[in-house]
């Protein structure tokens, strides 16, 4: 991850989250509409997972260019 430019990782992250929140509303709308096991549960849950690493490295990514360029 270091040798990639600040927009670069900006854009990996954003696009992890906005898939990952993507497939998550899929798979809620699976379990809410149907007899699903704890399989489906389990997905939900690890596609939330993937969410807030991609919202979380977003954050690290703008705070660790601010401290960068306030050096």
């Known amino acids: 991850m270091n040798k990639f430019s600040y927009k670069s ?40 997972l993937m969410i807030a690493f991609g919202v979380g490295g977003l954050f690290f990514t703008m705070k660790t260019n601010k401290e960068r360029r306030g050096k």
């Open 9 to 48: 990782r900006l854009l990996y992250f954003g696009l992890l989250g906005f898939f990952s929140l993507g497939f998550f509303l899929l798979q809620l709308y699976s379990v809410m509409n149907s007899d699903s096991g704890i399989g489906s549960y389990v997905l939900l849950v690890l596609w939330a």
